[in-house]
Each structure stands twice: as C-alpha cells, then as structure tokens.
C-alpha cells in the first residue's frame, strides 16, 4: 500500500532543515543542513537526499515551507502552506505537548519567545538585532576556545564558580570572555558564565514584562547545550521540556500544517515532483523604480523562465508570474 508523506522545510540563514511526517504526526525522517549562505543549493541537496531514502511505496502528498528563505522554498518545491517560523514552531510544539504555554526557540541567527494560550498563539517576541545567545555565536566561541560545540554545555555543568559575563552585545560578550580569560579564570567556569549572561540577555529583551508559564518547551539547535538548558531553569525556577526533535521543528510544524491543510482541503498537492530538481534555479534582484517605495524585488527563475518574484509592495511584480510550469498554483504564495 503506497504510504503519503508530508513534507516540511524550513530554510534559514544558518541551517536549511527538512522533515518527513505521516498522517499521524510522526517524524518519518528528518535532515539539518547548513545554508551556508547558498539556500538554493541547500533546499536542492537535502530534497535530493530525502529522495535517496523514501521507499519505493512512499510518496508526498502536501508540502508546507517556512523560515526566512520560504518563498525560495515554495518556488523550487511547490508548497501547500507557506508559513512565518513562529506558527510553525507553534504548530509543533502543540502537537508535542497539547497545553503548551511557553516556547522558548533559539535558532542560528535568531531568538524567539511564543507564549500560547489554548494552542493559540496570544503573544510572541523575536531578536533579530543582536548575535548574543544565537547558535551562530556559541559556535565562534566554541571553536576561540578549541573546544567541540557539542561539549560546550557540559564545560557549564562541571564550573565551580562561575564568572560574570556582559551579555547584552555580542561584541562585548566575546571582549569579556577573552579578559576573564587573560585573568587565569578557567574554561569552564567563563562557559557558565556565559551561559548565565546568555539567559539574562533573552529575559531582558524578550521576556521582559511577560509571564513565562509551565509547560515551557526550548526549542532550536541551541536547545542541544544542557549549559544553557541549565541556566533558563535557574533563572526561571522552572522546569523546560526538551521535545525529541527540538532542533527541526520549524520543518515539523511546516509539515503538519501543509497534513492539515490538505486534509481539510482535499485538493491534490503543490508539490512539484523531485523531477523538478533537475532544473537549473538561480536569483536575483532587482530594483521597481515604479514609485516612491522603491521596492528591492527578488526574481527567481527555472532554466531561465521566471518562475516567481517577492518583495514588491504593491504586488505589481508578484502578479506578473500567474502560475508555476505545472500549472498547479500560483508563483507567489501570500
């Protein structure tokens, strides 16, 4: 019996990550991949490989997209849903623990707070502004420090006395690391530190004025450093919930939602094909000098036909490409 699968790909700017879910939820397969700042080749190498493990009897039957590179994915791939990152970690996080209340993510670039109420979204918080506590930044201080990103978290547990790090800038985190470095203070003991300051950065800037209710779930790449894991539950007093594949839940949610959106809809899939892969993508942007907005518009295009463009406000651009080549939907998914 030939199994349907939903497909859930959440592009970023650090790691492009692809799940697999049944109808009942359950991850079939999941892949993280660096960007690398080559999204389109990351979405096409990890489609390629999710092919070389589906069994003959499997088959997609909705696709869903999120992260900041969504709309690329939903041009290379044809998407059911394209959605922002905080419904689809919301979408997956309820689906883990139904009374969920707090969502913690931490990502590679980017940090979110989503409380939720009823499994609704009642409020959220990002930073995009500053590197502080993001994945991209624990990894630059791992490798300064030669030390495995993987065990970083385990130098925080082991600290007798912490130090104290400014951790409200990047920059400044990193200056204070190296003077308490220079200062004979011990690796595991600057690590904890950070870890503290981590924290106090994020209540400061995202969870400021907010009630952080039980059951709380830490999700992201960052959730992996039981140094920081340890650090949210002394700063909060409470427990945190880890979920089994905390660092692809954006694809997860995405692939949940593009299950219940065809389930409701009972409309064939968007999805392209793998076939589809084989063309030859590229982007680029151009300026609409159209009127004062002076929009930045991003045209991506399949063997040199345009497939899609973004970016304009006026959907002047966007309405110009009517339908994909598989005269499925349109190119531009709201």
């Not at 689809?88 to 409380?115: F, M, W, Y």
């Not at 499994?119 to 201080?141: I, K, P």
């Not at 427990?239 to 089994?244: A, E, G, H, S």
């Not at 409309?267 to 589809?276: D, K």
Request: hydrophobic letters at 40%; a neutral charge.
């Amino acid at each position: 019996m030939t199994q349907g699968l939903f497909l859930g790909v959440d592009v970023g700017s650090v790691s492009t990550n692809i799940v697999l879910a049944d109808s009942d939820g359950n991850v079939i397969e999941k892949l993280y991949l660096r960007t690398n700042g080559r999204p389109i080749k990351a979405i096409i190498n990890g489609m390629t490989a999710i092919k070389s493990v589906l069994g003959e009897n499997a088959r997609i039957i909705g696709t869903g997209t999120t992260g900041s590179g969504r709309r690329l994915a939903d041009a290379i791939i044809g998407a059911d849903v394209v959605k922002n990152e905080i419904t689809a970690h919301a979408a997956a996080a309820c689906h883990v623990v139904p009374n969920v209340r707090t969502i913690i993510e931490i990502g590679g670039q980017d940090s979110k707070l989503i409380l939720m109420n009823g499994g609704v979204v009642c409020d959220f918080s990002m930073n995009t502004v500053c590197a502080a506590g993001t994945g991209s930044f624990l990894d630059r201080q791992a490798s300064r420090l030669e030390i495995p990103i993987e065990e970083l978290g385990g130098y925080a547990l082991r600290s007798k006395s912490p130090v104290r790090i400014a951790g409200r800038c990047a920059v400044f985190a990193e200056s204070d690391m190296i003077s308490k470095q220079q200062a004979g203070h011990s690796n595991e003991d600057i690590i904890a530190g950070l870890c503290d300051a981590l924290v106090r950065n994020y209540m400061a800037t995202l969870a400021k004025g907010k009630e952080l209710c039980p059951p709380i779930l830490f999700q992201g790449g960052v959730a992996a450093n039981v140094g920081i894991r340890t650090a949210f539950e002394k700063a909060l007093n409470k427990k945190i919930v880890i979920p089994q594949h905390y660092d692809v839940m954006g694809a997860y949610g995405a692939a949940l939602l593009a299950r219940d959106e065809i389930t409701v809809s009972c409309r064939p899939t968007a999805f392209n094909g793998f076939e589809a892969l084989k063309r030859e993508f590229s982007s680029e942007s151009l300026s609409c000098d159209g009127c004062a907005n002076m929009c930045e518009v991003v045209r991506i295009t399949a063997d040199g036909k345009c497939i899609a463009h973004w970016g304009d406000r006026c959907g002047k651009w966007g309405a110009a490409v009517q339908e994909r080549e598989t005269g499925k939907k349109e190119a531009l998914r709201q």
